[in-house]
């Protein structure tokens, strides 16, 4: 049976992520570097770790995104020491274990996943990578409501969603702090622009694109109806 050298494909990876301006930090770099995406693929993808595609989750229809995209998003986050970050679109949990390891030690991790089966996957995963409660929570919902749902407090200093959305739902609006970011790809199923909102000292918000993307459509009350 032939071993495959993930360490080694981790690194060539990061260092190509490096070379095209994508991965700009030390920190994001660090964490690529940490965090075995092989432990987070599907059963059967493992060989295909560390190509720089979005790959199934399974049957599904989901995926984990590809390492690009997932360092663009760390980078724009801009994530720091004892953030807290809500997460919409578990998938694998991949995403969740990076965002903690930028967060930490006093940082935390709270991530929504609308599908069950993958919810539960992702928790295998990431008690798998250490990463599991309570460094990343892992709760089965509708992420367009926030969490909890429809609470209506300033929770998070940043949000990032991880699927396509018709528009920035109002609730994750209202549960990010003040002088908080959050990522959400916006536009139609096929095509949207990557979103940065922030949400100033005033609680005014303000948007900017940060360029062309296509994410999975992200399915709930304030996306598009499944
Ligand atoms: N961040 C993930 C990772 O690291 O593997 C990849 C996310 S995948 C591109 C998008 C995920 O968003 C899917 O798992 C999908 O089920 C989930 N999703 C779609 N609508 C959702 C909603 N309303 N609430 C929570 N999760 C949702």
């Known amino acids: 049976m032939v071993r495959l050298n993930f360490e080694g494909a981790r690194r060539r990876l990061?260092?190509?992520?490096?070379?095209?301006?994508?991965?700009?930090?030390p920190s994001v770099e660090h964490a690529m570097l940490k965090i075995p995406r092989?432990?987070?693929?599907?059963?059967?993808?493992?060989?295909?770790?560390?190509?720089?595609?979005?790959?199934?989750?399974?049957?599904?229809?989901q995926t984990i995104s590809a390492p690009h995209m997932v360092a663009i998003m760390l980078e724009e986050?801009?994530?720091?020491?004892?953030?807290?970050?809500?997460?919409?679109?578990?998938?694998?949990?991949?995403?969740?274990a990076l965002l903690f390891e930028l967060v930490r030690p006093c940082g935390k991790v709270v991530?929504?996943?609308?599908?069950?089966?993958?919810?539960?996957?992702?928790?295998?995963?990431?008690?798998?990578?250490g990463y599991g409660e309570p460094q990343v929570e892992v709760v089965v919902g509708d992420g367009t409501l926030g969490y909890p749902p429809r609470l209506e407090e300033e929770l998070y200093d940043r949000i990032i969603v991880t699927a396509a959305a018709p528009k920035p739902p109002r609730s994750l609006l209202v549960q990010l702090k003040r002088n908080g970011m959050m990522l959400i790809p916006v536009g139609s199923p096929g095509y949207q622009e990557l979103m940065r909102v922030v949400k100033d000292e005033e609680a005014r918000m303000s948007e900017e694109s940060l360029g062309g993307c296509i994410f999975v459509p992200l399915i709930g009350e304030e996306g598009y109806r499944g």
């Open 77 to 96: 986050l801009m994530l720091r020491h004892c953030l807290h970050v809500l997460e919409i679109g578990t998938g694998s949990g991949y995403n969740a």
């Open 111 to 129: 991530t929504v996943e609308r599908v069950p089966e993958l919810a539960e996957f992702a928790r295998r995963n990431l008690a798998a990578a």
């Open 38 to 61: 092989e432990l987070f693929v599907w059963p059967g993808y493992e060989e295909d770790s560390y190509v720089d595609i979005p790959l199934p989750l399974g049957s599904t229809g």
């Open 14 to 25: 990061v260092e190509a992520l490096k070379v095209e301006g994508i991965i700009r930090s």
